[in-house]
Nanobody, 116 residues
Framework: QVQLVESGGGLVQPGGSLRLSCAAS????????MGWYRQAPGKQRELVGT???????IYSTSVKGRFTISRDSAKNTMYLQMNSLKPEDTAVYYC??????????WGQGTQVTVSS
């Protein structure tokens, strides 16, 4: 079992920045893939970006160039640095860990609201 806890969400003005954190209950960051997802009201959950065990990162086209995924294995924490935020980035952001047996673990989510 793995527990994931997101933090760092909040209210920010357009053009602002936030950094989200995803803390894992044990050392998993280099075990397998992890990712950030988001779900806006009335919409399906969508991929923001993923980081593989080897550290390869991909981003969705909607956030590429503005968001950055990183990790700190010593702290068992993955980060999502979000810059140049837009109102359409408003959503609940979730982190996910996929273990090697095919199980997915999700955090509880953290709300990000971009509004003036």
């Amino acid at each position: 079992q793995v527990q994931l806890v997101e933090s760092g969400g909040g209210l920010v003005q357009p053009g602002g920045s936030l950094r989200l954190s995803c803390a894992a209950s044990r050392s998993i960051l280099s075990d397998n893939d992890m990712g950030w997802y988001r779900q806006a009201p009335g919409k399906q959950r969508e991929l923001v970006g993923t980081i593989t065990r080897a550290g390869f990162i991909i981003y969705s086209t909607s956030v590429k160039g503005r968001f950055t995924i990183s990790r700190d294995s010593a702290k068992n924490t993955m980060y999502l640095q979000m810059n140049s935020l837009k109102p359409e980035d408003t959503a609940v952001y979730y982190c996910k860990y996929s273990d090697r047996t095919g199980n997915d673990y999700w955090g509880q989510g953290t709300q990000v609201t971009v509004s003036s």
